[in-house]
């Protein structure tokens, strides 16, 4: 009897809904490294020449032409960035 008691308690709604509402609040850090680190000056360049070329290319209605160069430099300077805090710290 004590042992269907236990399932019933455990198994009740109101104990998951808690549950979830504790993972929403979780923020992963190296999330807000990245935020923080593409605040930076090097970081917005980078992100302004993606922006710029993104409308370019969204503009005309036929182009062989793509961001991968701008991408690949801006998300290069936001992992650097962060490698460097995150390096840093650890020591």
Same mark, same amino acid.
């Given at each position: ?15 998951? +809904?808690?549950? #979830? *509402?504790? &993972? ?7 999330? =807000? @490294?990245?935020?923080?680190? /593409? !605040? ?7 992100? +302004?020449?993606? #922006? *710029?070329? &993104? ?7 036929? =182009? @062989?032409?793509?961001?991968? /160069? !701008? ?21």
């Amino acid at each position: 009897m004590v042992f269907e008691e236990k399932m019933i308690t455990n198994g009740e709604p109101e104990d998951e +809904e808690e549950e #979830e *509402e504790e &993972e929403e609040d979780m923020v992963d850090p190296l999330d =807000t @490294m990245r935020s923080m680190c /593409e !605040e930076a000056e090097h970081c917005v360049h980078t992100r +302004e020449r993606l #922006e *710029e070329c &993104e409308t370019r290319v969204g503009s005309r209605s036929s =182009t @062989m032409e793509d961001c991968t /160069e !701008e991408l690949f430099d801006f998300l290069h300077a936001r992992d650097h960035c962060v490698a460097h805090k995150l390096f840093h710290s650890v020591k």
